[in-house]
């Protein structure tokens, strides 16, 4: 399995980012997709996450209402909606993907993961 984040960038406060993660090579139905984000000298925190089989989504409160996390099984991608940007979004942003099992907030749980995109956002 593979995923391939992309979409990060350099944006002024207030403003939005959309972050595709198509996967390639996976073969079940179910489990969870998620983001993941690290600042500079933070470690890596749970953004959203979403229900392959349901897509129902889950996010951390300090996105909630501002960020939009969406699935196409189909293309087999989880994408970001990232809106009212704040400096403290800045960092690296991770999707992952867990086989089987419903979301946690725990990185170590998830078994595939893209090589991350730079989102900065200026105040």
């Known amino acids: 399995v593979q995923l391939q984040a992309s979409g990060g960038g350099l944006v002024q406060a207030g403003g939005f980012l959309r972050l595709p993660c198509p996967a390639s090579?996976?073969?079940?139905?179910?489990?969870?997709m998620a983001w993941f984000r690290q600042a500079p000298g933070k470690e890596r925190e749970f953004v959203a996450a979403?229900?392959?089989?349901?897509?129902?989504?889950y996010y951390t409160d300090l996105v909630k209402g501002r960020f939009t996390i969406s699935r196409d099984n189909a293309k087999n991608t989880v994408s970001l909606q990232m809106d009212s940007l704040k400096p403290e979004d800045t960092a690296v942003y991770y999707c992952a993907v867990r086989e089987f099992r419903p979301w946690t907030t725990i990185d170590g749980e998830y078994s595939y993961w893209g090589q991350g995109t730079q989102v900065t956002v200026s105040s």
């Open positions: 979403i229900s392959r089989s349901n897509g129902t989504p």
């Open positions: 090579g996976l073969t079940f139905s179910s489990g969870t």
